[in-house]
């Protein structure tokens, strides 16, 4: 595997389900990312990790659980969530500064929708 | 907070002709500024970024995006345009401090016969 994964590709839940989405990176970096892609709204930043602790906490609801076992590993768990939260979910990766270029690598997306 | 505006949610250009994709930015201080393009059902890729070096940067598949501080742009540029070229474009601007992307609303470009 290269690059940043993403499982599963495609999820249906229900609003009582419990799921997670899973990514992970192959880039040997030391910073993560969730956002939200929603149809005819800009990307927004979830959370984000930095050396597997939360840095930013971007007012979230708590239906939406992130983790962050080790440096290639983030997690998004999720409970009883709303028709509204049906989106693309993104993970990305990138080298945490002053040594970072910034940029970040994405993954290909969990297209989520909630029932 | 730093922030990018991206005129036109929707563009369309003939195969072969110029693609121009604008973007602002918003920023008191010296921004790090990125394209990147999604192609239906996919993540987004890097096409190329500015990172206070040269001002006219090459990206991959022939873009390329010029820094203008004077107009606080930084516009996506390619010669002639390719059916393949058809996706999502979004500029992104980098907080000098902090994680955040900021990314603009995105640039549909649809590339006609």
């Known amino acids: 595997e290269t690059g940043v994964t993403q499982t599963p590709r495609h999820l249906v839940m229900g609003m009582t389900n419990k799921k997670s989405l899973k990514c992970e990176q192959h880039?040997?970096?030391?910073?993560m990312y969730w956002y939200k892609q929603s149809a005819k709204k800009p990307l927004e930043l979830m959370f984000v990790?930095?050396?597997?602790?939360?840095?930013e906490n971007n007012s979230v609801p708590s239906r939406f659980s992130p983790e962050c076992p080790n440096s290639s590993h983030l997690f998004l768990h999720l409970h009883t969530l709303q028709p509204e939260d049906s989106a693309l979910y993104l993970c990305?990766?990138?080298?945490?500064?002053?040594?970072?270029?910034?940029?970040?690598?994405f993954g290909p997306g969990t297209r989520l929708t909630v029932l | 907070a730093q922030s990018v505006t991206q005129l036109g949610s929707h563009v369309s250009v003939s195969e072969g002709a110029l693609v121009l994709l604008r973007c602002n930015y918003s920023?008191?201080?010296?921004?790090?500024l990125f394209w990147y393009v999604q192609y239906p059902n996919q993540g987004l890729q890097l096409l190329l970024k500015?990172?206070?070096?040269?001002?006219l940067v090459k990206g991959i598949n022939g873009f390329e995006a010029e820094f203008k501080k004077s107009e606080t742009s930084f516009h996506l540029t390619k010669p002639s345009a390719h059916m393949s070229d058809a996706a999502e474009y979004f500029c992104?601007?980098?907080?000098?401090?902090?994680?955040?992307?900021?990314f603009g609303k995105g640039t549909s470009l649809l590339v006609t016969p």
């Open positions: 990305a990766s990138s080298q945490d500064r002053p040594s970072g270029s910034h940029e970040q690598f």
């Open positions: 500015y990172t206070s070096a040269a001002t």
């Open positions: 992104a601007v980098s907080e000098s401090s902090g994680y955040a992307l900021n």
């Open positions: 880039l040997g970096h030391n910073a």
């Open positions: 920023s008191s201080v010296p921004p790090y």
């Open positions: 990790y930095s050396l597997e602790e939360r840095v």
